[in-house]
Each structure stands twice: as C-alpha cells, then as structure tokens.
C-alpha cells in the first residue's frame, strides 16, 4: 500500500474549501503504486485522486506533470485532468507534503494482458506522443543513462544478496550503455513508466493512461523500449513475440518509426530494463522492513536485461523487417 503520509480529515476539510467540488462525503488510501501518497475523495460532485507527492518526486517539476496532463488532455489524450482551486492553482499543500487532485478515470488496470492489449498501447502511446508536440515545459528525464551509474552505486553492495551474477552483468550492461547509447533519436514528451498498471481499460479497450510522475523530454522510441519491457514478457521472463508484434505494429501505424529508431530498440530496451532493475534494487534495499508498500522484483529486470543483450534482428521483437 502506497500512503507514506497520512491525512486527517480536517486537513482534508480544510484543503478542499479552496475547491468548488462540493462537500466530503468520504475518502480512503489507496492501496496501490509506490511512489506517492493516494486517497480516492468522494465528495457530493463526484469521485476524485488526491495526491500527496512523496520522495523521489521534486517539487519544481510538478508543474511539468500536472501541466502535461492538462494539455494532453484538451487534445484529447485519456489522462486525469488536475483539479483547478478557486484561485486557479492547481497545487497545493497538505499535511506537510505538496498536493494536488485529479479528476478520476473510468477503468481497471490488467494484470494479464493480452495482444488485443498491447496493441491498445501501442496506438495510444503514439497518440500521446503526437499529442505532446508542442506543449511548453520540457523536463529532462532523471533516470537516463548518466543517471544509472550513482544509482547503482548506491546499492550494488546488495546484489550478491540477492543473485551473484546481478554486479557483474550490470557492470557489464553499464559498460555497454555508456558507450553505445544512441543521441540523436527524435525527441518530445515522453510517459517513461507506461506499465500496466498505469493503462486503464473498459472491456479491451483503453480507458485512459495515468501516473506521469516519470514524464519528462526524451526520445520518443525509448518509452516504446519501456513498454516492450512492461507489457511483452510472461512471468516466466520469456518474450512474447505475439504482444510484441501488436504493440510495435500499432504504435508504427499511428507513428511511423524512422530507421533510425527502430536500430536503436535493443540497446534503448536494454537501457529500459536496467533503469527499472536499477529503481527495484534502491528500492528493496532502502524501502524500511514493515512498510506498506509492495516491493517490486529487480530480478525480473535482469532477465529482460539479458534477453534485450542477445537480440540480434529486431524481427525478434516482431518487427517485419
Ligand atoms: N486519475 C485516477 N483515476 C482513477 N484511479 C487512479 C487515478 N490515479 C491513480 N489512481 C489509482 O491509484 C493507484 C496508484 O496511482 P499511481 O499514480 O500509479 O501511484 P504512484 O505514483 O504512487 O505509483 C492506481 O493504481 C489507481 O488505482
Ligand atoms: N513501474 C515501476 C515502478 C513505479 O511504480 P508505479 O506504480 O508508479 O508505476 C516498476 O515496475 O518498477
């Protein structure tokens, strides 16, 4: 359960009297995610998110966030919509952490997706891109390639622990990053943490996408890497060539891939599977014994890892080529 910070609800009272959302019926933490604080506020307009942002999210760049999901948004992207105060702010303050609330979206998230799925993504990540063009702020993306190396730092002394080859295959995987990422890819407004459970659905169609608390300025192709790593293996680590398949081909339909982006999938789906094994690993070693949050498995990001290394032709991930 994702609530590091808990609310009164006379915090709550208070913060909603800068609102025209009617009257608190009810609110409860919600028992999903892992980096912010989330309660679902029922009031006498309707249900909405409040977010308390925690940790790893800095304060400057919510304006990027909440920002990007309004203009997504009015060009007709799926994602929550912040919540305006009286005053026109979007973001405030409660019980000591900076705060905003979202309007809340229609769907459940799928912990078995299939291809019909995966090729929902893919269109809708294309579309988000395309709908990205031109929005104002940038943010650079703070878990890129030069990001990885002090991460790892910090708790590469725990990978024995956990399996005896995870140091010298992410030595060897730093090493190959950082001499082979691609520059040059072209460039907008990336989601860069598109997993299921950030990709809501009625029946097999996509409802909408939320948690941009990742989003930043990057090249569009690696958060097509990221989805190939989040929606395209089962859990036995094998890739799906199938999900692969529709996820690349609908997200090429709606915005053709250059040349240049698709040579470039393997080592971004590399960089991809680190970044998330490398997020785990903090994570299992720092997170406190006892908290309420559900600790993710870097190891299943080693696998991918290797998976990503062996690829020789991108037909492996299902492009016709
Ligand atoms: N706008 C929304 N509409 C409906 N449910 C939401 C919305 N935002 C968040 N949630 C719920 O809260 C959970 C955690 O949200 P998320 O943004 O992923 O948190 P975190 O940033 O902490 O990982 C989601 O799995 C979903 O159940
Ligand atoms: N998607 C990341 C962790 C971030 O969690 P989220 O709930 O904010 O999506 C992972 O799986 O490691």
């Given at each position: ?19 025209d ?72 303050e ?10 809340f ?80 890819l ?5 989601h860069?943490d ?5 990709v ?50 609908a ?55 290797r ?15």
């Amino acid at each position: 359960m994702a609530v590091y910070t808990d609310i009164t609800e006379a915090e709550l009272r208070a913060f909603l009297s800068d609102y025209d959302v009617g009257e608190l019926q009810s609110y409860r933490g919600i028992a999903e995610g892992v980096e912010n604080s989330n309660f679902l506020v029922h009031t006498t307009t309707g249900q909405f998110i409040l977010t308390l942002y925690e940790k790893r999210v800095n304060r400057d760049d919510l304006p990027f966030f909440l920002g990007l999901m309004q203009y997504l948004a009015e060009r007709g992207v799926s994602c929550p919509l912040p919540v305006h105060r009286r005053d026109g702010g979007t973001l405030g303050e409660l019980a000591g952490r900076p705060a905003a609330m979202v309007t809340f979206l229609e769907g459940i998230w799928l912990r078995r997706p299939m291809p019909v799925h995966c090729a929902e993504v893919g269109r809708g990540l294309a579309e988000m891109h395309l709908a990205g063009e031109g929005f104002g702020l940038t943010r650079r993306n703070s878990l890129t390639l030069e990001d990885w190396r002090p991460l790892w730092e910090k708790s590469k002394d725990h990978a024995d622990a956990l399996d005896p080859a995870l140091r010298p295959e992410t030595e060897a995987s730093l090493e190959r990053l950082e001499a082979e990422w691609p520059r040059d890819l072209p460039e907008g407004v990336i989601h860069a943490d598109l997993f299921p459970d950030n990709v809501f659905f009625l029946g097999d169609s996509l409802s909408g996408f939320i948690d941009f608390y990742f989003a930043c300025n990057d090249a569009l192709v690696y958060d097509l890497a990221v989805c190939l790593n989040a929606w395209c293996f089962e859990r036995d680590h094998a890739f799906n060539l199938t999900k692969g398949r529709a996820l690349l081909a609908a997200y090429n339909a709606t915005r053709p891939l250059s040349d240049a982006e698709i040579a470039a999938l393997p080592i971004l789906s590399m960089g991809a599977a680190l970044r998330f094994m490398l997020t785990r690993l903090y994570d299992w070693v720092m997170t406190p014994e006892g908290s309420l949050v559900v600790k993710k498995d870097p190891l299943e990001y080693l696998a991918r890892m290797r998976f990503h290394k062996a690829i020789r032709s991108v037909t492996e991930y299902g492009l016709d080529r």
